[in-house]
Structure formats: C-alpha cells, structure tokens
C-alpha cells in the first residue's frame, strides 16, 4: 500500500447525505440500500434517491463502509 493514496485522519467513506448529494448530484446508487416507494403496488426507489449507504468522500461513488472501490482520486501505486 502506497502511503501518498491516504492521509491520515482521512474519512475514506461517508453515509449519503443531502450535503454528498449536492456535491455529486450524478453520483451511481446501483446496488445501495435505498428508501422505497409503494407505487401501483410496486416498490420503486425515490427520485432524487433516498440513499443509506456509503460513499466516497472523494469521487462519490458507492463503496463500503472502509472505502474500497478503485476511486480515481486515488490512484493505485
């Protein structure tokens, strides 16, 4: 692990908020734990989402609690 990819004290990974969602209005919520809607009897997500996962703090993308995902901001060593 290359030393220069994190700083120390860094939050990797954050749970969405509307704070996220202003900074990364196209962030992907595939595969997040989201809040449903009944429609029609059908459950469909809300638009904008209601997200409860995690994200990255840097790129926005959806990623686990840790922050592993391939974040462009951080590249590999």
């Known amino acids: 692990m290359s030393l220069d990819r994190y700083q120390f004290g860094e939050v990797l990974a954050a749970q ?4 996220m969602a202003a900074r990364f209005p196209n ?13 029609n009897d059908r459950w469909k997500p809300y638009d904008p989402p209601r997200c409860h996962g ?24």
């Open 27 to 39: 962030a992907n919520h595939h595969g997040c734990r989201q809040e449903m809607q009944a429609i």
């Open 54 to 77: 995690y994200h990255c703090n840097r790129c926005g993308a959806p990623t686990n609690s840790y922050g592993h995902h391939n974040c462009p901001d951080r590249p590999a060593p």
């Open 16 to 19: 969405w908020s509307d704070d």
